[in-house]
């Protein structure tokens, strides 16, 4: 299916690890992908280095790693003028995009997609002034608690880190001004957070708001205002998809392709789990930027 790709994984994990998992899917690969190159990251940075100077080379890129190593590798095959395609093999805590792509998280299957089981399909990706995201981009209480995640907790409980930091920022919010304007609308107001959702999963937990898709070439926008905080809280713990009759007094609720997001002063933002600041973004939707690799069926 593919005579070249560029397999990129994390070096900083533990060595014993990597081997155990590159001894699963190494075989595999190779046997169906005749130029197969590996490129082992040693600090932040270098995979996004390695797309940048080698993609156009390849037909695919494989990142195989967590959320910070797949944003880096969007953020490094964005801008390239031929885009090879590329694919997850999730090997982290959240995996945010995998899951929202229902790529399965067990490495071998992940791999199969490659070698036999998977489809290509254009995904939309998002441009955040210079930098690119694929899940999610927020501000305010959202990226307060990205920041608090205690790193050994993480490593030590996985995803449930991301709600323990989440409970303790959701008790003291604070506001913040902004303006928005998008497709031709203005909004002016105070929210808690500012949420932009391309796919579903945040913190391994699914969106589940049934206008979010990879491939529509719009964003969902979410200003969520203090008072919204318990029917925030309601609908990240639903278990199906919910629609909910829009309150533009705790919750508002929209869809955009191109948006202008001002604030007052510099605020921490959060792009797929790797944090930015600034007071002013061009976001701007590029449908189906990127062709990935991903499961023939996906059910709802």
């Not at 046997?31 to 190159?37: R, W």
Request: with cysteine; charged share 20%; glycine share 8%.
């Amino acid at each position: 299916m593919y005579e070249s790709a560029m397999l990129i994984y994390n070096g900083n994990a533990g060595q014993k690890e990597v081997d155990k998992i590159l001894a699963q899917i190494i075989g595999p690969l190779s046997l169906s992908i005749p130029n197969l190159t590996l490129l082992q990251t040693q600090k932040p940075g270098d995979a996004e280095h390695f797309c940048r100077q080698h993609g156009e080379e390849v037909d695919l890129i494989i990142a195989l790693g967590g959320d910070g190593t797949v944003h880096e590798c969007i953020n490094g095959i964005a801008p390239l003028d031929r885009r090879p395609a590329f694919s997850i093999i999730p090997a982290g805590t959240c995996n945010d995009l995998a899951r929202s792509l229902q790529i399965p998280l067990n490495i071998k299957q992940a791999a199969a997609l490659i070698t036999e089981g998977g489809i290509e399909a254009g995904i939309d990706i998002v441009q955040s002034n210079e930098r690119y995201f694929g899940n999610f981009w927020g501000t305010g209480l959202i990226a307060q608690a990205s920041e608090n995640i205690d790193q050994d907790s993480k490593g030590m409980f996985g995803r449930f880190s991301y709600y323990v930091s989440a409970l303790k920022t959701f008790s003291d919010p604070s506001r913040f001004s902004f303006e928005i304007e998008y497709d031709g609308q203005m909004l002016k107001d105070e929210a808690v957070m500012l949420l932009i959702l391309n796919g579903r999963s945040i913190g391994a937990t699914e969106f589940p708001l049934s206008s979010i898709q990879l491939n529509d070439g719009l964003v969902d926008i979410m200003v969520v205002k203090e008072a919204g905080f318990p029917l925030f809280k309601e609908i990240i713990s639903a278990k199906t998809t919910v629609d909910w009759e829009q309150d533009k007094e705790t919750i508002d609720h929209f869809q955009a392709s191109s948006i202008a997001v001002s604030i007052p002063s510099s605020q921490l933002i959060d792009l797929d789990g790797e944090h930015y600041d600034g007071d002013t973004f061009r976001i701007n939707v590029l449908k189906e930027h990127i062709r990935v690799v991903k499961p023939k069926v996906v059910t709802e």
